[in-house]
């Protein structure tokens, strides 16, 4: 019987499927979490759903053993709802910042008027030190403008903005 074992480990027989799915997920979730900084994935992208569904279920915690809760938070999963949100608005202010090449959304009159509150909301929990150094890390990476620019300082970094990209091309 041991040698039968032994083939069947050499072509990479799997003999707990439902160990082996999990191990598959979780080394996915943290190639993205290298790749992104935060461990989620947006349901929005048909490729991340399959992703998405898991970590529900992982925050569920019905099956998890301490030492997958340990590896989860090696890579910073966020167990609660309120850091999952945050992280959605953060790839929204990432989007942005790829189109605009800048992240100070106008407060009015525009597509961007949910995100405008996310920032405001970022600026003051900053100034109110209830916001984690990681979150900091991240939003400044993007050049995050920690003060309001004001009105004629964002049409200004608009201006320069579309500036460079015309130089660029």
């Known amino acids: 019987p041991e040698k039968h074992l032994l083939k069947l480990e050499k072509i990479g027989f799997v003999f707990n499927a439902y160990e082996d799915k999990w191990t598959r997920m979780y080394n996915r979730l943290s190639r993205f979490y290298n790749r992104h900084g935060h461990c989620m994935p947006s349901p929005r992208l048909k490729i991340n759903q399959d992703l998405c569904g898991w970590c529900n279920k992982q925050r569920a915690g019905d099956y998890l053993t301490p030492t997958r809760k340990k590896l989860l938070n090696q890579i910073e999963f966020p167990w609660f709802y309120n850091e999952t949100r945050w992280i959605e608005m953060y790839e929204e202010l990432r989007t942005f910042h790829s189109m605009k090449g800048h992240c100070c959304t106008p407060k009015r009159n525009n597509p961007f008027t949910r995100l405008a509150g996310w920032v405001s909301w970022q600026r003051l929990h900053s100034k109110n030190n209830a ?33 460079k990209k015309k130089e660029n091309h």
């Open 131 to 163: 916001l984690s150094n990681k979150k900091i890390q991240l939003l400044n990476k993007l050049g995050f403008n920690w003060k309001y620019p004001g009105k004629k300082n964002l049409v200004e970094t608009e201006i320069k903005w579309m500036r």
